[in-house]
């Protein structure tokens, strides 16, 4: 179900891509969410009055408040995590981005060490270090197309949207295996309460921003809600199971970087193929020794 949710992340990064390039973010993160609530509130409405549904993954009970304060709070990590990534991604290329992004296990690790009182083998200590080896690689080669890691703000902010998203992974697995939420509960309610999440930025960008950054409907976008709610149908079911390790689940799905990379490569246009290829594959052998590790 990991490596599922991994390909099908690959081609999410594709279309938010598609759709920020040389776009407004706040409009595209609002339609996108939009998209996912609209379909999330029609399986929840069939769940509830088409008996042969009964039962299956879109019969959504009813939760208590306390349950949908704590899934809202999941919103709000994921808002301020997309909303980073989104403008991160308008600026650098596909194939700088998603390797950036996909150094999140670390960060996981991290945490999950932390706080879920995992503990990592020496294995994956080793691959966090291949993984962190790679990111310094991949830091070289935006060198060669003017992106300057320590000075571009994009990969600041990309770094900061992967920082929130390690947190956000983390809270996953609270909600799914202390709190007891199933995965559809949990992905249909934190889908419908991203529209009001993203809400501020939209506001924001219509006050201020709207006439110097245009917005431009893209085929993609509802693409890119789609993509995402099977690829996290997949990766919540993943951590339903009680034996899954965040730092195992996680690193799993990173290989959307190779999805994302050729992508990058072959639909974009973009420069430097071989270098990011060899840097991809380094960064996938750490995660994979991650992966070995756990």
């Known amino acids: 179900m990991s490596l599922c949710s991994a390909i099908l ?25 939009v998209c996912a609530a609209i379909l999330w509130c029609i399986g929840l409405f069939a769940g509830r009055t088409i008996p042969v549904l009964s ?5 959504i009970a009813p939760l208590s408040w306390s349950t949908h304060f704590a899934i809202a709070c999941k919103s709000a990590i ?24 996909a150094t999140g296990p670390i960060w996981t690790i991290a945490l999950a060490t932390t706080f879920l009182g995992e503990r990592p083998a020496p294995l994956q200590w080793l691959g966090v270090l291949v993984v962190l080896a790679a990111f310094f690689r991949f830091s070289t080669i935006g060198k060669w197309e003017g992106i300057e890691f320590r000075r571009s703000r994009a990969v600041g902010w990309m770094i ?32 419908i309460d991203l529209v009001p999440m993203m809400l501020p930025g939209w506001w924001y960008w219509w006050r201020y921003d709207r ?29 339903e199971d009680p034996a899954a390790m965040v730092a195992l689940v996680s690193p799993i799905r990173r290989v959307a970087v190779m999805v994302s990379l050729g992508i990058g490569w072959w639909h974009f246009g973009e420069a430097n193929g071989r270098a990011k290829l060899l840097a991809a594959m380094a960064l996938l052998v750490g995660i994979g020794m991650i992966a070995a590790g756990a």
């Not at 039962?55 to 019969?59: A, E, L, Q, S």
């Not at 994921?78 to 992004?101: D, G, N, Q």
């Not at 006439?211 to 990766?235: E, G, M, N």
């Open 9 to 33: 992340l690959g081609l999410y990064d594709a279309a938010k891509k598609h759709s920020v390039r040389d776009n407004a973010v706040p409009p595209v993160l609002l339609a996108a969410v």
């Open 78 to 101: 994921v808002a301020a995590s997309w909303t980073l990534a989104y403008f991160a991604l308008r600026e650098l290329p596909l194939s700088i981005a998603a390797p950036l992004r």
């Open 160 to 191: 900061a949207a992967t920082l929130v998203g390690a947190l956000s992974g983390l809270y996953d697995k609270i909600l799914l295996q202390r709190v007891g939420l199933r995965a559809a509960e949990l992905q249909c309610w934190f889908s």
């Open 55 to 59: 039962g299956t993954f879109v019969d």
């Open 211 to 239: 006439v110097k950054r245009p917005f431009a409907w893209r085929r993609s976008i509802p693409l890119i809600a789609i993509l995402l709610l099977i690829a996290d149908y997949a990766y919540f079911t993943a951590l």
